[in-house]
Antibody, heavy 122, light 110 residues
């Protein structure tokens, strides 16, 4: 059974940093591109970042480019999101998800974690 | 601000058919496959339709998707109370070099 479990969320001051983790199980982690998606309170879904199975390719939404960094440790079956220079507008539930096999143009997110809440406030 | 536009709400009585539209452009829906996600209240999103019209295992055939040009739609036939949820379309966008979600549609079962 595919499972994705996020952790690391919490309250952080504006300008601060936080690192999220997503522990994966039930599939060959290194084979799959992984992604982070966020949802601000009462708002819609916003894609944040992709990382390829090898970790060699990464993509970011313009809203987080230069501040967030996605990475993975395939030996630990774990995905990460390092968030720096956090702003109030980064407040959201952050979900990790597995990207179904295929090209980026045909990509879809077939399994999702339960999410972890990040609150940026003084 | 999302580049995929959906109506904010849709509703129907049990057993009715409800359709949700998703309008995009040549850089997203026009050149990529469309996916739909269902988010029940208080839960994580779930993949509902992928590659325009494919249902993952376990998704009832009451849900169907289609795409034409730069628009897509999701249809729910035989509406049931458990279908009350938010629905999002999504696709890869070549101009943004990223994945984009629709604005979301809240479906209410009257």
């Amino acid at each position: 059974e595919v499972q994705l479990v996020e952790s690391g969320g919490g309250l952080v001051q504006p300008g601060g940093s936080l690192k999220l983790s997503c522990a994966a199980s039930g599939f060959t982690f290194s084979t799959y591109t992984m992604t982070w998606v966020r949802q601000a309170p009462g708002k819609g879904l916003e894609w944040v970042s992709y990382i390829s199975g090898s970790g060699g390719s990464t993509y970011y939404a313009d809203s987080v480019k230069g501040r967030f960094s996605i990475s993975r440790d395939n030996s630990k079956n774990t995905l990460y999101l390092q968030m720096n220079s956090l702003k109030a507008e980064d407040t959201a539930v952050y979900y990790c998800a597995r990207v179904g096999l295929g090209t980026f143009r045909s990509s879809f997110f077939d399994y999702w974690g339960q999410g972890t809440l990040v609150t940026v406030s003084s | 601000q999302s580049v995929l536009t959906q109506p904010p709400s849709a509703s129907g009585t049990p057993g009715q058919r409800v359709s949700i539209s998703c309008s995009g452009s040549s850089s997203n829906i026009g050149s990529s496959t469309v996916n739909w996600y269902q988010q029940l209240p208080g839960t994580a999103p779930k993949l509902l339709i992928y590659s325009n019209n494919q249902r993952p295992s376990g998704v009832p055939d009451r849900f169907s998707g289609s795409k034409s040009g730069t628009s897509a739609s999701l249809a729910i036939s035989g509406l049931q109370s458990e279908d009350e949820a938010d629905y999002y379309c999504a696709a890869w966008d070549d101009s943004l070099n990223g994945y984009v979600f629709g604005t979301g549609t809240k479906v209410t079962v009257l």
